[in-house]
């Protein structure tokens, strides 16, 4: 795929892709992010101390707030449950609901409000018979206490009390909003970041943007904080000459700092995206179709929700976490053949890839540790056609991609897109992975008991075979050490220190602070892990300059 036929679906309102995404709230696999030495990975042991599960952990749990108790049962119509939270007595509220797996509402309450999940139940038989199958594969419910690997419902990011999506905008910025401090300012471009440079060293002095046709400057007293996405924050960073100079001087952008790794190391989740089994009739599962064909079914939805008023929707809750073992009889020598490979190209690699790629071999290895994700959708998304029959979507996902691919600017017009190059599949491990969880999801789908729920398999047939992204864009601005491909260190700042003398001389107080700042990516959904990421930056940042947060609804 080439970088113009790329179309990045991001959302751009307040409270960004957690304003649109599809609800999922998921925790990562503890070795996703601790390096210490008796466990096998990743991001604290590439180089970013302070930066490791317990942190991780600490932080989401104070972000997140799952409802206690059953909720909203009014949501409900006999047959479909809708928006009904899972009874507190099933083993997989229990486990997620117990004081050290999950922020609990009421457990920190000093940081109300914040995120708010609950337990929805949309395709609840399917998923379940997903992983009691007869392929001799048998697995637990999730905890959200670093263990992902099994089948398991995701909670959601609903808030229970309206059964409205609770997002970034919901959670953080709506309390916020009558800070004397806080000004929002929507339908705004930011086109760069303004520095001054002396000597060395470089110095945000603020902000510039489009409204409407005007352009507008905002000065900072302290720093600037970027926080536009793992695709807009490298753009936003070339704009202000921060980058690649054999990028920057060609498009008439005078380098600020030179920092060639802005905008490279990005990784994204592939997924094949064309396994859609139809639904028997009367299956009990609500899909997607169902509700859009069926006017009397939303009715009678709607009556069941009183006094709901928003869009009937669903949630997807379904997911599969799998270990490499247990999908591929080709683990061992697709991992023998990967650690031979990277020990072969070891000097063709950046600086820091071949460290990556190492810890990566080590999740591989690892027999807890996830290396493909299934999820199950109650619809089929835009795109694909509205069918006859109900049908549910299985999507296997490659957890750990090895390819790396590029986000660069090319124009200096802050309006033009940059060109994003994912570079899918160009390290081949990632297919034969991906290759060999299709053919897993597809057996699984075969087997009872999900074909007792399933008819038959509609695709893939011979005329469909796709790849995508799944919208989780990563490494642009990675976390590392500056010779290691890092863009900014473990406070965050966007700064490059003199190898010799140690001495800062990148940017003093420009600080990036989402997906895109993630060095490895993570087997899970990334929602959770940018709100971790932020509740970190907001101690660090608080830490800095000697705040508390005194200030109402403070948390970020
Ligand atoms: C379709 C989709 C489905 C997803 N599903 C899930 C899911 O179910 N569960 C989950 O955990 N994760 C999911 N994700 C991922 C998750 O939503 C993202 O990881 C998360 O929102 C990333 O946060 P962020 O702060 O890095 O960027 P964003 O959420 O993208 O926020 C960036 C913000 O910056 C603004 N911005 C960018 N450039 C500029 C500029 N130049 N000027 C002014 N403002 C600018 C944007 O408008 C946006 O508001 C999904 C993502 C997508 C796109």
Redesign the pocket.
Known sequence: MSPAEKND??????????A???????RPQREDFDGRPTSVSAIEALGNPGWNWEKFYHYSKKSEGLARSPINSSCSSRRYRFYSSMPESSSAYKELSQPEAVGLEGSYSSYNPRSRMTMVDSVGPLSVSFCRTDSGTEFPFQKLSGETSGTFKSAS?IDATTGNRSY?ATAYLRPALSRPNLKVVTG????KIITSKHAESVTAQGVE?YHGDAVYRVYAEKEVIL??????SP??LELSGIGNSDILIPLGIPVQVHLPSVGENIQEHICFTAHHPELRDDPGILTGEMLMKDQGLREKLRESCHGYEGLLALA?TGLSFLPFHTFSERATFLTKEQKRKVAENVNTYPPGLREQYDEQIRLMENPNVPNLEIILYPFIVPGHNIVEKPRVWLLPVLSHPFSRGTIHITSSD?KIQPANDPRYFEEDVDFDILFDGVKFTRKVAETEPFTNLTTREVQPGPDITTDEQ???TCGGCSMLPQDKGGVVDTNLKARERHPICDQVYGTENVRVV???VLPLMVA???????YGIAEQAADIIKAEYNLTSSLPGASV
Do not use: E, Y
Request: glycine fraction near 10%; aromatic fraction near 4%; hydrophobic fraction near 45%.
């Open positions: 679906v991001r959302g751009k309102g307040l409270g960004g892709s957690s649109m995404n599809v609800l999922l709230w998921t990011s970034a705004a471009l930011v086109t943007f926080c536009a996405s793992g695709i807009k753009q936003i997807t802050p799944l919208r989780d989402d997906l895109s899970v959904h990334t929602q959770a892990i940018v």
